[in-house]
């Protein structure tokens, strides 16, 4: 909310008799508005405009023809202020004055904002004495505007200084309110607010209008109705009001005084009628309508709109409606967007004589999203967003018909239409003390009742209890919290004493998060790097992998307002994120690389969510139904590898990243997690058929590893044999290896056992088989070779384990060690039909 410091001071200086003489600096102006918990985002002062700035009156106009664009030569009578008392000869291109006005003139050798100097020059033949001087020169506003400043008759007289007239020795302040105070976007809220920093007294200017600087003298007491309004039931709208000025003269102009408060909120002038509503907005909180009277048929009729109406707003926009939005028409057709922009039909022109002012109560909701739907954000729907005081409509009416008599004359008719009631809040019960309990600061009975009373609210003490019913612009005001609130901020929460709690010695790490810490901790030292996959994936990777319709990867949470609409989805897998960031690695030229990556994803919960009686407890039925529309948040750690494991050099060939790695990745986060992985073939999308492991703990599914299908990387742009990992450790019971193993000090014994089996027979099987048969002395089971030649039998492979045996207690003989060896063998022969090979 921009507002400007010397129309906040006039109002406090009207408000409170005994400060008439009442004002402050910007600085402490500032501090105030923080000080009642107001943030600004800083003020500007106007900028400075040094030399002769003066009032003159044009005495004479001389059209200037032959050029391309209408000139005029004036004379101007400045007085005494150019030294001759003679008329000042000026070249101006304006139309909007004329002989006979008062108007602002910067003679040579003033310099005007941006360091621009005015001096007598030749122009379009004629030598150019000074400026006539417009808004936007003299730094009022950042716009152009096509027309100079005119004063009213008799406000000033030629010569006279014109620095007090137009009050350029100001601050403009942006005060930054937050969406649940909507009542301080006007300059009531806000000098209300100021009054209480100040300890000031506040007299609203919605109930008196001379605090404003009005006459509603002229407008005369409501007789009857205006016009026939028919408002539908579901058109939310709590209270609809209007009144009419009749007989204006559609060519006066809005005096310089309320253009200059406009154009420092941030408006810009346009004609009187709509100069009138957007003051009353500002000075009141009340968002307001101007129609022109002529242009309405008929009553007036409060609807929804019709699914794929046309309606063309004042900025000139044909807008295709939805049935959501409101709308106000006459028997012909749509005459305004609800809260947020009327329509050109009614629009008024230099042609209106005769206004109608609308004023009215929207719903909240309806008017945000309206706004967000047809991209039109406006002063009025920003201010219908936050809630707009019910009480105000009458005031409003009467204001602005006041106040476009007073600048344009006409008369305003006795007819008003009123429509809907203010409802007062319900009155909340809070207790004297409850205060002090709450913040620790011994707040009195007469602070309590005194703060309370400054925000609006009527107190009455009931005997051992306040009821406080909050005023009508405050609707977030609910609870005895919410008036606690209050108070602690009007008496500065900074004299609430600081006292730091004791915290409580903190028992470290959870046993999940060690794991997790093991985990990163044991891939790094294997060579992984760590990178942060991004929650957010492009749901079309699922097609590119070809996943079934119906896989659970797919079921994925949508986000309502993604910040890349291409990232629409949350993961169910980490996979996407990592795949993009090795994409992004290789075409940099990185091609031989091995990341990891640990995160949570999240699975879509049920598809509707209840909304249970807030006003008990839920059951448990209902708990659980709550629990189950949540989202499934696992958490998972996935490593992918691409090119050189094993770089070439001196010490002899590379190797490549394979499907064995990714594999061996899984036992190195197993063994971190302190849990034995058992691994089974598999097919998984998507990864190659034939080089996919399925990963399990306790016969329990956690994962799979592999090389990818060649058909999902050239769909991604990957290098071929590109492997990955993926495992849920949400799924892997927290282990806490205690006590601590003991190490043996007793020296190993080393067997090889060497087994042919057939070819379609698991090496994880075989090895498997192996390490349960092997009795307790076995510490250790290893794969080193796996051969396959004419040396054996077609169909056949050769497997060769090492086991390493090693006792606790003694040093284990050569016989005992070959005695499990052997009975090892006999199991594998049993189950797996495999033969020892020599």
């Not at 002062?45 to 003066?54: D, F, K, Q």
């Not at 539908?232 to 253009?259: N, Y």
Request: glycine share 8%; hydrophobic share 40%.
């Amino acid at each position: 909310m921009y507002i400007s410091q010397k129309w906040l001071t006039n109002l406090l200086r009207a408000m409170d008799t005994g400060q008439s003489s009442f004002d402050t600096t910007a600085q402490e102006l500032d501090s105030a508005f923080v000080r009642v918990g107001f943030e600004t985002e800083g003020f500007r002062e106007l900028p400075e405009i040094t030399g002769p700035l003066v009032v003159g009156r044009v005495d004479h106009i001389e059209e200037l023809t032959g050029f391309k664009k209408p000139i005029r030569f004036c004379q101007v009578n400045v007085g005494e202020a150019n030294g001759t008392g003679e008329p000042q000869g000026i070249i101006c291109g304006a139309r909007n004055f004329a002989e006979g006005d008062l108007v602002v003139v910067a003679l040579p050798g003033a310099v005007l904002p941006g360091g621009f100097e005015i001096s007598a020059r030749k122009t379009y033949d004629h030598i150019s004495a000074g400026m006539l001087c417009s808004a936007a020169e003299l730094g009022f506003t950042e716009k152009q505007t096509s027309g100079i400043i005119t004063l009213a008759p008799g406000e000033a007289e030629p010569g006279d200084e014109a620095r007090p007239i137009i009050a350029n020795d100001d601050t403009v302040f942006d005060v930054n309110v937050t969406p649940d105070r909507g009542y301080a976007l006007s300059a009531r809220g806000l000098a209300r607010e100021v009054a209480s920093a100040y300890s000031l007294q506040f007299r609203d200017p919605a109930l008196d209008a001379k605090v404003a600087g009005l006459d509603l003298s002229v407008v005369p007491e409501p007789e009857a109705a205006l016009l026939d309004v028919n408002i539908q039931t579901d058109a939310t709208v709590q209270r609809f009001g209007l009144r009419r000025v009749s007989g204006i003269d559609p060519a006066a102009e809005s005096p310089f005084w309320l253009q200059r408060e406009l154009m420092l909120c941030g408006a810009r002038p346009v004609n009187a009628a709509t100069d009138v509503t957007n003051y009353v907005m500002f000075l009141l909180g009340q968002p307001m309508h101007a129609f022109d009277a002529d242009a309405i048929s008929g009553g007036l009729h409060v609807r929804q709109a019709q699914e794929g109406e046309i309606f063309e707003t004042l900025d000139h926009v044909k807008r295709t409606l939805s049935s959501e939005d409101v709308v106000i028409c006459d028997d012909s057709s749509i005459q305004s967007l609800a809260g947020v922009m009327g329509g050109t039909r009614s629009e008024v022109s230099d042609s209106t004589t005769n206004v109608i002012f609308e004023a009215a109560i929207w719903d909240p909701r309806t008017v945000a999203r309206t706004s967000r739907r047809h991209k039109l954000s406006s002063e009025s729907s920003r201010r219908f967003e936050r809630g707009v005081d019910p009480a105000l409509v009458e005031s409003a009416l009467d204001y602005a018909c006041a106040l476009l008599v007073s600048i344009a004359g006409g008369s305003a008719d006795s007819a008003r239409t009123l429509v809907g009631e203010t409802n007062l809040p319900e009155p909340i019960v809070l207790h004297p003390q409850r205060p002090r309990q709450l913040i620790g600061v011994d707040y009195d009975y007469a602070t309590v009742v005194k703060r309370l009373e400054e925000i609006g609210a009527r107190v009455v003490d009931t005997g051992s209890e306040l009821a406080v019913t909050p005023p009508t612009w405050r609707p977030d005001l609910g609870m005895d919290v919410d008036l606690i609130e209050e108070i602690v901020r009007l008496e500065g929460i900074d004299n609430v004493p600081l006292a730091l709690a004791s915290p409580q010695g903190g028992r470290g790490l959870t046993p999940a998060q060690r794991r997790d810490r093991a985990v990163g901790h044991s891939l790094a030292y294997h060579g992984y790097v760590e990178i942060l996959p991004t929650p957010f994936v492009n749901p079309q990777v699922f097609d590119a992998w070809d996943l079934d319709a119906d896989d659970d990867r797919r079921n994925a949470v949508s986000v309502q307002n993604p910040l890349d609409a291409d990232y629409s989805v949350i993961g169910t897998t980490l996979l996407p994120s990592m795949l993009e960031a090795v994409s992004r690695n290789v075409a940099r030229g990185r091609r031989d690389l091995s990341v990891f990556g640990i995160q949570q994803v999240a699975f879509q919960g049920a598809a509707t969510t209840p909304m249970p009686d807030v006003t008990a407890r839920p059951d448990a039925a209902e708990l659980s139904a709550l629990l189950q529309s949540l989202p499934r948040q696992d958490k998972h750690v996935a490593t992918v590898g691409v090119g050189s494991e094993d770089r070439p050099g001196p010490w002899g060939e590379g190797r490549t990243y394979s499907y064995a790695d990714s594999i061996e990745s899984a036992r190195i986060v197993a063994r971190a997690a302190g849990v034995d992985l058992e691994v089974r073939q598999a097919e998984h999308k998507p990864w190659h058929p034939g080089r996919c492991a399925g990963l399990f703990i306790e016969n329990q599914l956690v994962g799979y590893a592999g090389e990818l299908h060649p058909e999902v990387l050239e769909k991604l742009g990957l290098p071929e044999r590109t492997c990955a990992m993926e495992l849920n450790l949400s799924a892997v019971e927290v282990t806490e290896p205690m006590p601590a193993p003991i190490l043996s000090a007793y020296p190993a014994l080393h067997q090889d056992l060497a087994l042919v089996v057939d070819e379609s027979t698991p090496v994880e099987q075989v090895r498997s088989v192996v390490a349960n048969a092997a009795g307790d002395l076995l510490e250790e089971v290893q794969v080193f070779d796996v051969f396959r030649g004419a040396q054996l039998v077609e169909g056949k492979k050769s497997v060769a384990l090492q086991l390493i045996f090693r006792a606790h207690d003694r040093t284990l003989t050569d016989e005992e060690a070959s005695e499990r060896r052997l009975a090892a063998a006999e199991k594998a022969r049993v189950e797996l039909g495999a033969e020892m090979r020599a």
